[in-house]
């Protein structure tokens, strides 16, 4: 699944999540968006002579969806061809640069090169540390360098923030919804494109410098020196020695000795093949360590880009995209692993938990309950012999009792764990059926339990999760159709 057929899922996918009373997307607009594309993905799948994908059928049915939304709320249509930043950024910020490249010896004087030019010196030592930095990030590639900053890509992912006006609530919410999740999930292709086009301005940058010492040399005569208050003649040409051996030994360039460097001291005069030496040398340095390293770092980052684009990672094992392919039968069943938390689950509960597997997977939907935490216990000790990455399991909830009191040492401590460790991100069951049975008929009940929900659900938004509220001992109370009431927090 490419990145535009992704995008476009992810959008339905949203939708459909915020539109739970179905006033933009009836039953009926679902069933036969459902019905079909499940036959265009046969045809199309017919006359390739292969098998129905799932894929095709998801790429068939976010289409009918978006063109049926689009047809009743045209405003809907300018969002569903927006298109992010990154296309515009990545053709002006590397003529930006070359310009202002072009644009560094206004800055310096225009008659003369300086054997200790600060912006030219500056230039080759940025990238230096910039590559230093990069190789010591590979060495420890678990952290982050800081940049780019989250809200930087999330600009770039989704383009503009604001929505059009006049939609219902529910498809705003959808979108808003859409704008997060696509940000996060195209987090890595952006950060791609956005690399590539950082190195190819900073080479474009180089390029510009050089091409302006060049540009200059045709119409006006350099005077090559040095000058400084601190350095002496030995101290430079050590200094100058180092930094143009490369291109010394691999160009083959005219070296220089101790005795013409004293003599270039300002303000001595040079002859033009004088000045000529020395705008070479810095020219081959530069595309040296500037121009060639910048530009593989480019291709690099172009091939990760156009690979992350051709086959963008949308995890297809999510139960709203199970149930859907479930229905041209490439998809069948799937597991839910529950971890309770300080809960005991007694026999009519996990019955609950059975059902509720077969909500988010249909018939043939499995659970795995996994012994419970105690409460207080260290989830690094506990959960030692779980591999939170199983290929086998399609979700891993955790299970906390509503009548707890959320806390960050304990509760919060033991859903980071799970958080920063999961690939595949972790939902959050809190299951009411003993808060309600232990308040009983109250007058105030709903008010309490209103309260007791809203600050479970803002203790999991916290901590990176999304709490979706169950009853074990009623399920049907609240329904996990189609999945899109089980949210899973993102993927670490």
């Not at 604001?162 to 808003?176: E, I, Q, T």
């Not at 530069?286 to 530009?295: D, E, G, H, S, T």
């Not at 005991?344 to 988010?360: P, Y």
Request: hydrophobic fraction near 45%; charge should be neutral.
């Amino acid at each position: 699944m490419n990145e535009q057929i992704a995008r476009e899922v992810v959008l339905v996918r949203a939708i459909e999540t915020a539109d739970q009373k179905k006033e933009v997307l009836s039953e009926d607009d679902r069933m036969y968006a459902s019905r079909s594309a499940r036959e265009l993905a046969q045809w199309q799948a017919s006359g390739k002579q292969a098998e129905v994908t799932g894929d095709d059928f998801l790429q068939q049915r976010s289409e009918l969806i978006i063109k049926r939304i689009t047809e009743r709320t045209p405003a809907f249509a300018a969002f569903a061809t927006r298109r992010n930043g990154m296309k515009t950024l990545a053709l002006t910020l590397p003529l930006l640069a070359l310009l202002l490249g072009a644009g560094l010896d206004r800055i310096t004087d225009p008659h003369r090169v300086d054997l200790l030019s600060a912006p030219l010196l500056l230039i080759i030592a940025w990238n230096v540390l910039v590559y230093l930095g990069l190789l010591i990030w590979l060495c420890i590639p678990s952290h982050s360098l800081g940049w780019p900053k989250a809200g930087l890509v999330r600009h770039l992912s989704v383009g503009r923030l604001a929505l059009p006006r006049k939609l219902p609530h529910a498809l705003s919410s959808g979108l808003l919804s859409f704008m997060g999740e696509w940000a996060h999930l195209s987090a890595k292709l952006t950060a791609a494109r956005l690399s590539r086009t950082i190195h190819l301005s900073a080479a474009m940058f180089a390029i510009g410098a050089v091409a302006s010492l060049y540009a200059r040399g045709f119409l006006s005569q350099y005077a090559a020196g040095w000058e400084s208050t601190f350095l002496s003649a030995s101290q430079v040409h050590s200094l100058l020695s180092t930094l143009f051996a490369p291109a010394i030994a691999l160009f083959h360039l005219q070296g220089f000795s101790l005795a013409e460097i004293e003599a270039l001291r300002f303000p001595q005069t040079t002859t033009v093949e004088g000045g000529a030496r020395w705008v070479h040398l810095y020219a081959a340095t530069i595309f040296l360590l500037v121009v060639v390293p910048r530009l593989i770092l480019a291709l690099v980052n172009n091939w990760r880009a156009a690979r992350l684009a051709k086959h963008f990672p949308l995890d297809l094992d999510q139960p709203y995209f199970r149930k859907l392919n479930e229905s041209i039968g490439v998809a069948t069943g799937g597991m839910l692993r529950v971890l309770p938390y300080s809960f005991t689950v007694d026999e009519a509960r996990h019955k609950g938990l059975g059902q509720l597997s077969i909500m988010l997977f249909g018939e043939q939907g499995r659970m795995m309950l996994r012994p419970s935490t105690s409460y207080g216990d260290e989830p690094q000790e506990v959960l030692r012999g779980t591999d939170l990455n199983d290929p086998q399991v399609n979700i891993t909830a955790v299970l906390f009792n509503l009548t707890a009191t959320p806390e960050k040492e304990n509760h919060g401590a033991f859903l980071d764990y799970l958080v920063q460790s999961s690939t595949r991100g972790i939902a959050v069951l809190v299951d009411e059926s003993s808060y309600l049975e232990h308040a009983g008929e109250q007058a105030d009940n709903g008010a309490r339990l209103a309260e007791r929900v809203a600050l479970w659900k803002q203790f999991c938004q916290f901590h990176q999760t999304t709490a979706t509220v169950v009853n074990l001992l009623n399920p049907a109370l609240h329904p996990l159709d189609a999945g899109v009431g089980l949210k899973v927090s993102a993927a670490a």
